[in-house]
């Protein structure tokens, strides 16, 4: 069982920035891909950003340019750099492991959320 922990959401002005963290209890947290993912109110929890373990990064069309994914294997975390913030990026976000490999699975963060509003 891996646990993820997510922090640093909270209320910012548009246009603002914003850095969540996702920490990971599992000792192999290499193997995992991690992902991003955000659900606002009424709406589908959709992808935002993905690292793989090679650290291959994919992004939604929707933050291309605008957030940044990135790991840090001997911290087992992974950060999301949420820069020009808009309001339409104001949801849950929740974090995500992964791995195909034997004895792993997929896990789920509790959330955080990220309001963006004046």
């Known amino acids: 069982q891996v646990q993820l922990v997510e922090s640093g959401g909270g209320l910012v002005q548009p246009g603002g920035s914003l850095t969540l963290s996702c920490a990971a209890s599992?000792?192999?947290?290499?193997?995992?891909?991690m992902a991003w993912y955000r659900q606002a109110p009424g709406k589908s929890r959709d992808l935002v950003a993905l690292?793989?373990?090679?650290?291959?990064?994919t992004y939604a069309d929707s933050v291309k340019g605008r957030f940044i994914i990135s790991r840090d294997n001997a911290k087992k975390t992974v950060y999301l750099q949420m820069n020009s913030l808009k309001p339409e990026d104001t949801a849950v976000y929740y974090c995500?492991?992964?791995?195909?490999?034997?004895?792993?699975?997929?896990?789920w963060g509790q959330g955080t959320q990220v309001t963006v509003s004046l």
């Open positions: 995500k492991a992964q791995s195909r490999l034997p004895n792993t699975g997929t896990y």
């Open positions: 599992t000792r192999n947290f290499r193997i995992y891909a």
């Open positions: 690292i793989d373990s090679g650290d291959a990064t």
